[in-house]
């Protein structure tokens, strides 16, 4: 039952009051236009990278322009929250393999997932590994950091191995993936059994020195700093 004010005699009209459930059917259309918004941004970059205009983007939603900037007020917000559900599917992947009862194979599978994500979402990879504040980011990290030691104590992967270096598998595998996506779509999966053939003990000790942290984060920086000058230059209609 709706209450309806009393009119006071003399004075103002009483205001008009909103049904009760008028604001949680509007939180429940923005909801699912962010919803749909998303599906269309992660299918756009897929295929066209995250240069793809965002009319493009609205269109395949079905929604207008202005409920798009309505949920993303810039195109680097939609792009950071495209990224931000790759980088939990990362997590998932890394959590899923922590519970492997093999420490080999948890570590095989986790490299196994993150290179099929990257395939799947080759778009996104200019994004994906940029240092940027994210506390997946760091979850993902600190899971891969466990996931090369559970494998090195089993006796699964060369000692000589640092976390730096798994950073390096991944932009190779997005390397790969990049190369040959239009001619070989599972080149890179020859690839990853390379790497991980590499990984295994008894390989002759390593010359060089890995990266380390900050070399990593500095060129993690600069791979980034070199796709913004490019996104900034291309189109955006």
Not at 87 to 109: C, K, N, R, T
């Amino acid at each position: 039952m709706t209450i309806r004010p009393v009119p006071i005699a003399g004075g103002p009209p009483p205001a008009q009051v909103a049904p009760a459930t008028e604001v949680p059917v509007l939180r429940r259309d923005a909801a699912r236009n962010r919803t749909k918004i998303l599906a269309a941004a992660r299918a756009a970059f897929n295929e066209e990278g995250v240069d793809v205009g965002v009319e493009v983007i609205a269109q395949r939603a079905g929604v207008g322009v202005g409920t798009l900037y309505r949920r993303f007020p810039t195109k680097e917000l939609l792009i950071e929250a495209v990224v931000d559900e790759l980088l939990g599917s990362v997590l998932s992947a890394a959590e899923a393999a922590l519970e492997h009862q093999s420490p080999a194979d948890g570590f095989a599978e986790f490299l196994r997932a993150v290179g099929w994500l990257q395939f799947e979402h080759a778009g996104c990879l200019t994004r994906l590994w940029r240092d940027s504040p994210n506390d997946k980011r760091d979850l993902i990290e600190e899971a891969s950091r466990q996931l090369l030691d559970r494998a090195q104590q089993a006796g699964a992967v060369r000692t000589d191995v640092v976390y730096e270096d798994v950073i390096m598998l991944f932009w190779s595998q997005r390397g790969v993936i990049e190369a040959t996506a239009l001619v070989s779509p599972d080149a890179w999966l020859r690839h990853l059994d390379l790497l991980l053939s590499a990984l295994a003990p008894g390989q002759r000790p390593l010359e060089h020195a890995p990266l380390t942290a900050v070399q990593a984060r500095e060129a993690k920086a600069a791979v980034a700093m070199r796709n913004s000058t490019v996104l900034k230059s291309a189109p955006t209609a």
